[in-house]
């Protein structure tokens, strides 16, 4: 049972910076760098969008809203994806999950939640003005 967990989420104030991290466990290493790797973030009252995504080969793909400002990493040798934040806006408050696709996703795929298999209990973003 792949299991995916997020840590790394707080409150800060408007222009700050997070980093969260998702750590998978029920994977080995080698499956897991098959995996691709999706953020996902759902705003008070409001639906869940898709944030950024990472591919096998490490081809990320970002939501408009989030070009220039967040990056996405990944660890293989710790079954870990890492979510950088910067210049961080209120807008951005959310609950953000981690999720994991067991196939490699077309670009047109990457950041909806339906093709995702696995996913991650959240961790709270709040930004403040």
């Known amino acids: 049972q792949v299991r995916l967990v997020e840590s790394g989420g707080d409150s800060v104030q408007a222009g700050g910076s997070l980093r969260l991290s998702c750590a998978a466990s029920?994977?080995?290493?080698?499956?897991?760098?098959?995996?691709?790797l999706g953020w996902f973030r759902q705003p008070p009252g409001k639906e869940r969008d898709g944030v950024v995504s990472?591919?096998?080969?490490?081809?990320?793909s970002y939501a408009d809203s989030v070009k220039g400002r967040f990056t996405v990493s990944r660890d293989n040798a710790k079954n870990t994806v890492y979510l950088e934040m910067n210049s961080l806006e209120p807008e951005d408050t959310a609950m953000y999950y981690c999720?994991?696709?067991?196939?490699?996703?077309?670009?047109?795929?990457?950041?909806?939640?339906?093709?995702?298999?696995?996913w991650g209990q959240g961790t709270q973003v709040t930004v403040s003005s």
């Open positions: 999720a994991a696709s067991i196939v490699t996703l077309s670009w047109w795929a990457r950041l909806r939640e339906s093709y995702y298999n696995y």
């Open positions: 990472i591919d096998s080969d490490g081809q990320a």
């Open positions: 029920g994977v080995s290493g080698g499956t897991y760098s098959r995996f691709s």
